[in-house]
């Protein structure tokens, strides 16, 4: 069974850093791109960022770059998301989100979605 | 990197049919045929229903269907089921190298 289970959510200041953790079992972690997309508290989704298979691609949303950074650790079977210079409008439920296969561009769909880590910007 | 249309709500009554429309452009559904759509339950984790505009992931209903034309995609759910209300997403690959969603829909049964 697929399970992606994310960690290092919390409250923190605007302009303040956060590191997102996402800990993937029940596949074969190296073959797959693993997407970041959040949601604003009554909002809808918003994709983050993408990383394909031993991440040699990787994408940003435009709200994001510059800021952030999505990193995989294959031995370890996990997905970073470095964020930096916070502002208000991230504060959102994180969800790690593993793609059909191995490019985050042309196996793009997401097929199993994490539970969410919540992340709220405020001072 | 415009959120793809979809109305805000639509509703039906058990038994019956809905399709929700997902419109984007040129660069994102009108290229690919990257289309998925998602289903959330409040509360819950999105779950994927329909991947690459018209293919069903396993354990998913064939009560869900998807297609596609030119820059619209559109998800039509048949049999109307009493937990079938939810929200509704659609996504697509943009060529910006960017996914992009739908602002959602709130399906009422």
């Known amino acids: 069974e697929v399970q992606l289970v994310e960690s290092g959510g919390g409250l923190v200041q605007p302009g303040k850093s956060l590191r997102l953790s996402c800990a993937a079992s029940?596949?074969?972690?190296?073959?797959?791109?693993i997407h970041w997309v959040r949601q604003a508290p009554g909002k809808g989704l918003d994709w983050v960022s993408g990383i394909s298979w031993k991440g040699g691609d990787i994408g940003y949303a435009d709200s994001v770059k510059g800021r952030f950074t999505i990193s995989r650790d294959d031995a370890k079977y996990s997905v970073h998301l470095q964020m930096n210079s916070l502002r208000g409008e991230d504060t959102a439920l994180y969800y790690c989100?593993?793609?059909?296969?191995?490019?985050?561009?042309?196996?793009?769909?997401?097929?199993?979605w994490g539970q969410g880590t919540l992340v709220i910007v405020s001072s | 990197q415009s959120a793809l249309t979809q109305p805000a709500s639509v509703s039906g009554s058990p038994g019956q049919s809905i399709t929700i429309s997902c419109t984007g452009t040129?660069?994102?559904?009108?290229?690919?045929?990257?289309v998925s759509w998602h289903q959330q339950h409040p509360g819950k984790a999105p779950k994927l229903l329909i991947y690459?505009?018209?293919k069903r992931p396993s354990g998913i209903s064939n009560r869900f269907s998807g297609s596609k034309s030119d820059n619209t995609a559109s998800l039509t759910i048949s049999g109307l089921q009493a937990e079938d209300e939810a929200d509704y997403y659609c996504?697509?690959?943009?060529?910006?190298?960017?996914?992009?969603f739908g602002g959602g829909t709130k399906l009422t049964v």
């Open positions: 029940g596949f074969n972690f190296d073959d797959y791109a």
């Open positions: 996504c697509s690959y943009a060529d910006s190298g960017t996914l992009i």
């Open positions: 690459e505009v018209s």
């Open positions: 989100a593993k793609a059909r296969g191995y490019s985050y561009r042309l196996d793009s769909a997401i097929h199993h």
């Open positions: 040129s660069s994102d559904i009108g290229r690919f045929h990257l």
